[in-house]
């Protein structure tokens, strides 16, 4: 017997591969590139090769070493199989294909997909350099959902490392070589030095069983795998560390700029204890993957400290305000920091006068007479005129009367014997050393003022309410802008067609079925009911297991309910049967749609992506779209001539159009303020509606990467659009409580609903345009006719 360890080039096996040749090799398996002679396509195929009781006869079969090797080779090759049936369960983009496996040579092989690109290594090195976050975050996202996939299936990958996981060409992760087997091979060989990789396996698997082994030993792996990366080097070995643990924090270790958050939650699975790290990757997704808060800006308010109770203020009369534009009626209430700021520079010269009130004051000197400013009343008399409190004219202005023009003049005062006597009597005294004759308080102060109202300007141009321009709206730089106060204040009250009660609680979601006859709705009470639109009654109720649904989209006879929990699932509606559930990871799902077919659809998640599913392979979706730099808040779909468009819109406040056919990103749209909340295509596609929590509103060309419209009217979140099929109309549910109609080509509301008590999270067209459907927090389902066709009633 002779130990010729690996198989040579151009072995066949079972007459479909031959070998080309050996690309690595551990202490429980070859690893081969071969070629599929059928296909012509390279694959990689894993031998089961246990080194430490296996050996290679003359014929290329393997066998144990000894006698004593025997249970243990054959044992360790019944777990070998079950691990590649197991693999070939997983359909996920960053999870290594398993196209098959077979038993030859006394022992067994896995085919795998062969990945084209490098090693997570040898990537690292080729750089150069440190890699930059959102590099990083490109590669661990959609290893975090791999990971969570393999975890929900109870399944462990233990050999994580930056050799085992390979980027793509297309600069894609994708994790290979599972060392599951491995765990359960080391219960009976107690190979413990095989199994180990120093510096990216934690303790408890250096143990000789696995029962301390679970998601959190997957996250120890990963975590040394990016403290490589960041750190340029692995962390020390676990058991080094168990002893004295030396290992410098990521935050300190770091080669460049990352967020702190990332390192924090790098630090946080390097725990020694399996207790302190995080239990699960939902757990530890957030911390890893969330933005850094954002700094509050030069004009943010600072709220006061509470520790420091604020002094009584001395009571001050305040002196009349200079006359100025009286301020918009509609314009927001609350300041916001640019005028708290504006507000604290007011106050200082008010905080001085309280100061030199408190002081007790010598008697009262003789004061010169009240300087006054011509009037232009008859007979040449003067009268006081009011001094701004919050700008204070240097005196060289304050001296001013008018020409028959009626332009302001400077005036020289007669000079005055007291004053002169006073002046001199101040000269003789010592006084404070000044930096010129010019008061440049004043002076700073207006040039401050001018900046911070410019500033504010332009930073609030966006939230600012616009005035009603009759005809077809204000026109600014192209874009038509409705107004705030466009219906006449003898707008008829709208009463619904119908008002149907059966919810507890919120609701958060409806839709109409595609004949307009019943019309489906989810709410907080983890109930999807299903109504008759023509008499308003109660048809059925679906009991929802997976907690309330966030997102609901209807198709045909099926339905899709999203939930906090990850978990999306397919109904018959008509029939309150479940016919299938899918989940990739535990993000909450944020918004569902159907892509043109029954057992077609998307979903947008916390987790920052869209991915895309077929009915036929619940086990993972069929592409997962890296469509935004936050969590994914609304979907609309739309097919068209010129092919199926999906649009996602996210917290990163952008909106992004998708092309089905080719998977590609058409175009971007930004210009929101905030988060966008809602999206709605028009029947035809070509226009895109979003909305956002700041309660804008935005149309959009699907043509071109323009604002067509933009409209506000809405306090607060805008949780649902729905276009008339028409395209004409829009409407909008707002957290004011108010539903809206607009006339899009207009640019204007037609109709203002206030029925709602609360917020209203969901509205939707019926089909034919006829009615329209909203729900909110008071729980009550409305249908009311179409206020911009039909006529409203008192």
């Known amino acids: ?128 350099r440190a890699p930059r976050q959102k590099e990083l975050d490109a590669i661990v996202a959609p290893l975090l959902d791999a990971l969570e996939l393999i975890h929900a299936q109870d399944f462990l990958h233990r050999d994580i490392a930056p050799d085992n996981i390979i980027i793509r060409k297309d600069g894609t992760p994708v994790l290979i070589d599972f060392g599951s087997a491995r765990g359960e091979i080391l219960a009976h060989s107690k190979t413990v030095s095989a199994l180990v990789k120093p510096g990216y396996s934690p303790y408890e698997q250096y143990a000789e069983t696995s029962r301390q082994q679970g998601p959190w030993t997957d996250i120890y792996a990963l975590g040394a795998t990016l403290y490589h990366a960041v750190a340029g080097k692995r962390p020390a070995d676990s058991p080094s560390r168990m002893v004295k643990d030396e290992l410098i924090p990521a935050r300190e270790a770091a080669l460049s700029s990352y967020r702190a958050g990332f390192l924090k939650a790098i630090d946080h699975s390097l725990a020694l204890q399996t207790e302190s790290r995080p239990k699960s990757i939902a757990a530890w997704r957030g911390a890893l993957l969330a933005p850094d808060p954002e700094k509050p800006g030069w004009f943010s308010k600072v709220p006061p400290s509470p520790e420091k109770p604020k002094p009584a203020k001395t009571p001050v009369v305040k002196k009349p305000q200079l006359a100025t534009a009286p ?222 649904a966030t997102a609901l989209a209807l198709h045909g006879t099926q339905a899709l309910t999203g939930h906090p929990g990850g978990e999306i699932v397919l109904w018959d509606w008509q029939r309150a049967e479940r016919i299938a559930t899918f989940k990739r990871n535990e993000a909450e799902i944020w918004s569902l749609a159907f892509t043109g077919r029954a057992d077609r659809f998307a979903a947008a998640s916390h987790d920052w992506k869209v991915t895309l599913w077929d009915t036929a392979t619940p086990a993972g979706p069929v592409q997962v779209l890296d469509a935004h730099d936050s969590s994914v808040q609304a979907l609309a779909y739309v097919s ?26 058409i175009r971007t749209y930004r210009g929101h303020g905030d988060f966008v909340t809602a999206l ?97 927090e008071d729980g009550i389902v409305r249908l009311w006719a179409n206020p911009a066709i039909r006529p409203a009633t008192n």
């Open 640 to 665: 068209t001539p010129r092919g199926r468009r999906l649009a996602s819109g996210g917290a990163d406040k952008s909106v992004k159009l998708w092309n089905l056919e080719t998977l590609d990103r």
């Open 680 to 776: 709605a295509f028009t029947a035809d596609g070509q226009q895109l509606a979003s909305a956002g929590l700041d309660g804008n509103i935005r149309v959009w060309s699907t043509n071109q990467s323009r604002t067509q419209r933009r409209l506000q009217g809405h306090r607060g979140r805008v949780g649902s659009l729905s276009f008339s099929p028409d395209g004409a109309h829009l409407a909008s549910a707002g957290a004011d409580g108010q539903l809206r109609i607009w006339d899009v080509r207009r640019g204007r509301t037609l109709r203002t609903i206030t029925g709602h008590r609360g917020a209203i999270h969901a509205a939707s067209f019926s089909p034919d345009g006829g009615h329209l459907v909203s729900a909110g």
């Open 1 to 128: 017997m002779t130990n010729l360890i690996a198989l040579k080039s151009g072995t066949e096996l079972v007459g479909d591969y031959r070998i080309e040749r050996v690309l690595g090799a551990g202490g429980f398996g070859i690893t081969y590139l071969a070629v599929e002679t059928a296909l012509d396509r390279r694959v990689t195929i894993k031998e089961y090769f246990p080194s430490d009781f296996a050996a290679r006869t003359s014929t290329s079969d393997a066998a144990p070493r000894s006698q004593d090797c025997t249970s243990d080779y054959r044992w360790g090759l019944d777990r070998f199989i079950e691990e590649a049936q197991t693999l070939a369960k997983f359909t996920h983009p960053n999870i290594v294909r398993v196209y098959r496996y077979f038993r030859a040579n006394n022992t067994a092989y896995m085919v795998l997909h062969f990945e084209e690109g490098k090693s997570l290594k040898a990537w690292l090195k080729d750089l150069g």
């Open 327 to 548: 301020p918009p009626p509609d314009a927001p209430g609350p300041k916001g920091g640019m005028l708290d700021f504006l507000d604290g520079l007011r106050q200082k010269p008010e905080a001085a006068e309280s100061k030199a009130a408190a002081k007790p004051k010598a008697p009262p000197k003789p004061k010169p007479a009240p300087k006054r400013v011509a009037s232009p009343a008859p007979g040449g008399t003067e009268k006081l005129a009011p001094l701004s409190e919050a700008i204070r004219l240097p005196k060289i202005l304050r001296k001013t009367k008018k020409d028959p023009a009626g332009a302001a003049i400077v005036v020289k005062e007669p000079p005055n014997k007291a004053d002169d006597k006073e002046k001199r009597k101040a000269a003789a005294r010592p006084r404070k050393i000044r930096s010129g004759g010019i008061r440049w308080r004043p002076v700073l102060f207006k040039l401050l003022v001018g900046v911070g109202v410019a500033s504010g300007a332009v930073a609030m141009q966006d939230r600012m309410p616009r005035l009603e321009s009759h005809g077809t709206g204000e026109v600014s730089s192209g874009i038509q802008t409705a107004s705030l106060r466009e219906e006449p204040p003898e707008a008829p009250v709208i009463r619904p067609v119908a008002e149907m009660s059966g919810h507890v609680g919120a609701v958060t979601n409806v839709a109409f079925s595609a004949d307009g006859a019943s019309i489906a709705t989810a709410g907080a009470d983890q109930r999807l009911k299903v109504w008759n639109t023509s008499t308003g009654k109660l048809a059925l109720t679906i009991e929802l297991d997976h907690g309330p």
